[in-house]
């Protein structure tokens, strides 16, 4: 009797319910995992600005680069997050998780040697293939670990501490000033800042192999399926209009994420060296990490209050509030010509909880729709979805930066979210009946 107490106890840890055979260090392990995981899915975006610089690519050329070089990312993330779906339901999710931190970390220790844009083109290859089995996994797990009824709390915790990841980038970027008053060079100091990013995969890698729980997820049952039949089920899946709808969520979220990710530091970083005369290297640390930062601080305001709404109301009512409001944020850029104004820091402040929001309401509800003998693939594709987001944002947003103005990569965001809100509001009513179906056939297929 007091085992079956000491079982029930540990189910919920923090008012997260935890699934039946989770250990609480599974679960521990899995939020450190996410710490480095979103560390890494924003350092390259501030990182990145200083590091052109010291290269010597031209002025005109790095936000178009920055964009190439993004959307080189996304396509390799639209080939393989689906496949790292499907291996994830044979293979178990630790053995993805592990190799999507070791081959990002190993990305990265090459990066910050890069002196040439065919250099950064292999090397980003390198980070793609490894960022695309860590966030696939990053998605998966939490959706495995919990139990239905504290999903949306589940994922606010996750968003919580991706929140807190995101501090990690700010910390990394102020590290090259720091090295160059040690006596480094510019070159030097970016290599060195590289390093101690790579070094935080590896930790995260080991942390992972020997905490993440070694069956939770795994789908035995997919071992004797043909990898094409696995990937064909999960596309099926969005013949759900809820399913779809995640997937509509997942492409704006993942797309705001990369447009204040890749072009709020390039803006600030352009514009401290281009105006104002800083260093490449101030202008990370005096502008583009104060401004992250109050976006990041928004973010983690925002992942705790839609966390718990998300438990609330229904998961598309979620996405509905959390794509409304970034419509009106990233539409407000619009205003923005210079970005170093005061009141341009509190409207970052909001668009930290709109683009969080967003990232939290579609994966609780894709969590929700996913079936458990497909979640891995379901969730596979919503990472390709959320990819196409970033490749629209990168590639599409560089082009609008360089020709257009820095705001419009901003804008484009705000008018793709008031889409996914309209689409939202009318999925709402009818989403409910086929949310019902769909659990009655998880529950059905299950039985059998």
Do not use: H
Not at 39 to 54: E, K, N, R
Not at 79 to 105: H, K, Q, S
Not at 169 to 195: I, M, N, R
Not at 272 to 299: C, E, H, K, N, R
């Amino acid at each position: 009797m007091m085992e079956q107490v000491q079982s029930a106890a540990a189910k919920k840890f923090f008012g997260v319910q935890l699934v039946d055979g989770l250990k609480r260090r599974n679960w521990l392990t899995y939020l450190f995992a996410v710490l480095i995981s979103s560390g890494y899915a924003g350092a390259l975006s501030i990182l990145q600005p200083g590091l052109l610089q010291v290269i010597g690519i031209p002025y005109t050329e790095q936000a178009t680069l920055t964009g190439l070089l993004g959307g080189l990312q996304e396509v390799v993330f639209i080939l393989m997050m689906g496949l790292y779906g499907v291996l994830a339901d044979r293979f178990g999710r630790r053995a993805i998780y592990v190799f999507g931190l070791a081959t990002t970390a190993l990305g990265f220790a090459l990066y910050g040697s890069a002196t040439s844009v065919e250099q950064l083109v292999a090397y980003r290859l390198i980070v793609a293939f490894g960022s695309a089995a860590m966030v696939g996994m990053m998605v998966t797990v939490v959706a495995d670990y919990s139990a239905d009824c504290s999903r949306g709390k589940a994922n606010g915790t996750q968003g919580a501490i991706a929140t807190l990841g995101a501090f990690i980038p700010p910390a990394l970027a102020g590290l090259p000033q720091s090295f160059v008053a040690q006596g480094y060079s510019e070159a030097a100091a970016q290599q060195a800042t590289f390093a101690v990013a790579s070094a935080l995969g590896v930790v995260a890698a080991v942390v992972a192999l020997f905490g993440l729980s070694k069956q939770v997820g795994k789908v035995v049952s997919a071992q004797k399926e043909p990898l094409l039949r696995l990937l064909r089920q999960g596309a099926v899946a969005a013949k759900k209009p809820a399913i779809a709808l995640s997937y509509g969520a997942a492409f704006i979220s993942r797309g705001d994420l990369a447009v204040t990710g890749a072009f709020m530091g390039l803006w600030l970083v352009q514009y401290g060296t281009g105006t104002l005369g800083l260093s490449a290297s101030d202008a990370m640390a005096q502008l583009a990490m104060p401004a992250i930062l109050m976006v990041v601080s928004g973010a983690l305001v925002g992942s705790v209050l839609t966390g718990y709404l998300s438990d609330k109301v229904s998961r598309v009512t979620a996405v509905t509030i959390a794509s409304g409001l970034a419509a009106c944020v990233y539409g407000a850029m619009f205003f923005v010509s210079n970005p170093t104004v005061s009141w341009v820091f509190p409207l970052l402040f909001v668009m930290g909880i709109a683009e969080i929001s967003a990232f939290v309401s579609s994966q609780a509800l894709v969590g929700e729709q996913a079936p458990a003998e497909r979640k891995g693939a379901v969730i596979g594709l919503f990472g390709v979805a959320g990819a196409v987001g970033i490749l629209v944002a990168t590639t599409g947003g560089g082009y609008l930066f360089a020709q257009l103005s820095p705001s419009a990569p901003f804008v484009l965001f705000g008018v793709l979210n008031f889409v996914v809100f309209v689409w939202s509001l009318l999925l709402r009513k009818p989403q409910l009946n086929s949310t019902s179906d769909y659990s009655q056939n998880t529950v059905s297929n299950q039985a059998r």
